[in-house]
């Protein structure tokens, strides 16, 4: 996520700090201790990282402004204000069921990816469709057919969600 930002180290720690200090701290590792598999720390933790990084360009987001380098101090030097936005805890409404069929239908493309027949081909268009989701803009830049496009998409999608009904994911 952070592709070996400088501020990694800070965001972890953010992070961990976060989740520690949350109001729903208890109930997650309750969650957790009686079902290790179902991921809902990880999951927390992964959401509070995503929300902190992903948000860290927002002048709103208290990660952001507990880090920034342009605020009149040596980027690592933690201001008061800073420490005390710091110190607040979000308020976080992690949807834990979504996580987990994001992280299935992410794994799925993967799978496909790996295959060497078509399905290969209707993954990589679909990921790019997913980025764009225009199919003449997607034609233009590939010089693929809009029509091919779009059916390799429709093709995927059905996959997706055949794969997913199979392994009871959904």
């Known amino acids: 996520m952070t592709k070996n930002d400088e501020l990694s180290y800070e965001l972890a720690h953010y992070g961990i700090e976060t989740l520690l200090h949350h109001k729903r701290y ?6 957790h201790t009686a079902d290790p598999d179902y991921g809902h720390l990880r999951g927390f933790l992964l959401a509070i990282l995503r929300n902190s990084w992903y948000g860290k360009k927002s002048e709103f987001s208290r990660y952001h402004k507990a880090h920034r380098a342009d605020i009149g101090h040596r980027k690592g030097d933690i201001t008061d204000e ?11 409404d992690y949807d834990h069921e979504k996580d987990r069929l994001i992280e299935a239908i992410e794994g799925l493309i993967e799978e496909m990816e790996l295959d ?14 997913l980025e764009t989701p225009n199919y003449s803009e997607l034609s233009r830049r590939t ?28």
């Open 82 to 92: 800073a420490f005390d936005i710091l110190l607040e805890v979000e308020d976080l």
């Open 116 to 129: 060497q027949d078509k399905l290969w081909y209707d993954a990589r268009l679909f990921k790019m469709w």
């Open 143 to 170: 010089d693929i057919p809009r029509t091919s496009i779009s059916n390799a998409v429709a093709e995927a999608k059905e996959y997706i969600l055949q794969e997913l009904k199979n392994r009871n994911i959904i």
């Open 26 to 31: 208890q109930e997650i590792l309750d969650k």
